[in-house]
Nanobody, 126 residues
Framework: QVQLVESGGGVVQAGGSLRVSCAAS????????LAWFRQAPGKEREFVSA????????YYADSVKGRFTISRDNAENMVYLQMSSLKPDDTAIYYC???????????????????WGQGTQVTVSS
């Protein structure tokens, strides 16, 4: 079992930067694949980025590629999402998610992930 707690959300102007964090606790966190999803009001939850247990493999949604960077610190059991060049369309609740035995073919699927945090709100003002 893994517990996930997000932090770092807030309000930022368009073009600005923000880093959200996720603290993971539980056994063998370093072997879990970790991901960020987001959900805007009235929309379905969508994939943002994912990272393998070792941190050696990362994935990004096309909409954030080149602007967002995912990273993890297995010594601290943390995963981060550094967001830059933010746009109003990035406004959403950002969720951290985890899955044991990360399957690269399903990294963007909500149903792939068995553990979720409570989310942190990111608002980008125009």
């Amino acid at each position: 079992q893994v517990q996930l707690v997000e932090s770092g959300g807030g309000v930022v102007q368009a073009g600005g930067s923000l880093r959200v964090s996720c603290a993971a606790s539980g056994r063998d966190v370093s072997i879990y694949g970790l991901a960020w999803f987001r959900q805007a009001p009235g929309k379905e939850r969508e994939f943002v980025s994912a990272i393998s247990g070792s941190g050696g493999t990362t994935y990004y949604a096309d909409s954030v590629k080149g602007r967002f960077t995912i990273s993890r610190d297995n010594a601290e059991n943390m995963v981060y999402l550094q967001m830059s060049s933010l746009k109003p369309d990035d406004t959403a609740i950002y969720y951290c998610a985890a899955v044991l035995f990360f399957r690269s073919a399903y990294y963007s699927s909500v149903s792939e992930y068995s553990h979720w945090g409570q989310g942190t709100q990111v608002t980008v003002s125009s």
